[in-house]
């Protein structure tokens, strides 16, 4: 055997192994995952995903896509120099519903051929005001007697509810102390109009300090 055919079986399993590898990663992130809180509020919120081109070829992104309209997703430029860093800059609008959300953001490159990373942002929405019911409905032909909303307040939160008013004047508002510390309870009553049969309002809450905006606590009350 001459040489040359000894040291093509030596690397032959040597390239085909090789060739079957995937290239690493060029862009390296110091998160894929990352979790914010609203803090009970419905302000926009600013995150970042940072990364680092650890490869020896420029990176280019080419495109990044958002799961959710709520959520806009951009890095400051396309590409990016072996050994540079950036980010990925997430503006999200938080929704009305409590609990944990995740929103998935997708980052497609050129970098040997297409890429694309898979990003997720955690948002926790706990809202300042928990409540047993966000809608009160009364149906056609129902009476139009007053239906009773339990409003929480979070243990050490100063927040203090004092009423009630309604966007559309269709409705009367009393509150009360509930059965414990930092228990609330609005009663809503239709006000009675010659010829109004029907209508549907938000309620927002009057409270001390002032809540940021009245969608922080969303209550809607529709007569049929």
Same mark, same amino acid.
């Given at each position: ?11 032959? !399993? ?14 390296? /992130? ?5 979790? =914010?809180?609203? %803090? ?52 999200? %609008?938080? *929704? ?7 929103? &998935?953001?997708? =980052? =497609?490159?050129?970098? %040997? ?9 955690? =948002?926790? &929405? ?11 409905? /009364? ?11 339990? $409003?929480?307040?979070? !243990? ?11 966007? %559309?004047? $269709? ?24 010829? *109004? ?8 809450? *009057?409270?001390? !300090? ?7 606590? !969303? ?6």
């Amino acid at each position: 055997m001459t040489r040359f055919a000894f040291l093509l079986l030596v690397l032959m !399993p040597w390239a085909w192994a090789s060739a079957q590898t995937p290239p690493a990663d060029a862009l390296q /992130w110091k998160e894929t995952n990352v979790k =914010v809180e609203t %803090q009970g509020r419905l302000d926009k919120i600013t995150s970042s995903f940072e990364f680092k081109n650890t490869s020896r070829q420029p990176v280019t992104i080419t495109s990044i896509n958002t799961s959710c309209g709520c959520t806009v997703a951009a890095s400051a430029k396309n590409t990016y120099a072996p050994g540079e860093s950036g980010s990925i800059t997430v503006e999200h %609008q938080p *929704v009305m519903t409590p609990g944990v959300h995740f929103y &998935h953001i997708s =980052v =497609v490159t050129q970098e %040997q051929g297409t890429h694309s990373y898979a990003l997720k942002l955690e =948002v926790v &929405h706990d809202p300042r005001v928990g409540m047993d019911k966000r809608l009160l409905v /009364w149906e056609q032909g129902e009476a139009r007697t007053a239906k009773v909303i339990k $409003l929480t307040v979070k !243990p050490n939160d100063p927040l203090q509810i004092k009423g009630a008013k309604a966007e %559309q004047d $269709l409705f009367n508002f009393s509150l009360k102390d509930g059965a414990v510390p930092g228990e609330k309870l609005l009663t809503v009553t239709p006000k009675m109009f010659a010829g *109004v049969t029907s209508g549907k309002s938000r309620i927002i809450l *009057v409270t001390e !300090p002032p809540l940021g905006s009245p969608g922080e606590v !969303p209550i809607f009350a529709i007569l049929r």
